[in-house]
């Protein structure tokens, strides 16, 4: 059976309008030939997608498992096209790269702005997620790579990994926090406290086991969820600075709120090493990385070496 794939990209909007009127002016086309093109789509597949009314057009049962199909498919066509025009020329077509919330803080949005001074005309889509749904997005082709903690990924063989390196991370709270007055700190001093954090994978649950009194785990993604989750490190450091809640960051990340005074470091004495997270790059071993993606991923690994090389430094000076 041979289907066209511009039915199904019909029948999709379609589904997210519920309006034959709504969903053609969103198409540039007409109703009418709206309406034709989705009984032509019904007739070859042989079902009803559609249940159709004066006021609703929804999805049939089996009309919804046929648009999560068209969804899948559309994508990966969407993909393979432009990634054909990104290996053709390297200049054409849209380079999609997503990003856990730390890296894309300390190295990939800085890697972008370089990008984008060197080559003004680049097709760009730069997206923060959390890690599940960035190997939803690996598998699924709506992305070219992934800059992420690649411990949370080794276990998938469809995907190849480059490591960028270890990233070491600290603990810090706001300035003049109550914690900062213990002469003596202690696991149970912290837990009085909330941590706010983007989802960790449960690899990383360590970093606040024990020590975060609301740390849950989702029932849907089994990501760890501290008693604040949030989806950017921004929005953790913003909230550190203007309550009692604690942080986890890169040291680069709390850099400018250390030297104005809004932000201060803790030391958490019963622990022999500061939290850190591997970072690499992943992306379908099937994949041809083109010229653009490998120009973007050696600027971020000279995002990452620079940030490290300064952060080393600055711990030899004190």
Known sequence: MEIDLKLLQYAVVLARHRHFGRAAAALRISQPTLSRNIATLERQIGMRVFERSHRDVVATPAGDDV??????????????????????????????????????????QPAAIDLIKANPSIRLELLEREWTAVAAMLMTDRIDFAVFDIASLRGMPALRIESLGSLQGVYFCRAGHPLLEKASLQPA????????????????????????????????????LSSVAVSSFRISRDIVAGTDAIGIGHPSQVKEGLAAGRLALLHLPWRSKLPAAEMGIAYKRERTLPPSARTFINLIRKRVRTVETSRRGSGRST
Not at 74 to 97: K, M, P, T
Not at 200 to 216: F, P, R, V
């Open 67 to 108: 648009l999560k199909m068209a969804d899948e498919l559309i994508a990966r066509a969407e993909a393979l096209s432009n990634r054909l025009q990104l290996v053709r020329d390297g200049r054409g077509g849209r380079l999609r790269v997503a990003a856990g919330a730390y890296i894309h803080d300390i190295a990939v």
């Open 189 to 224: 001093d912290m837990r009085d406290y909330p941590f706010v954090l983007p989802s960790l994978s449960n690899l990383q649950a360590g970093l606040i086991d024990g020590l975060d009194a609301g740390m849950t785990l989702d029932p849907a993604t089994g990501d760890v």
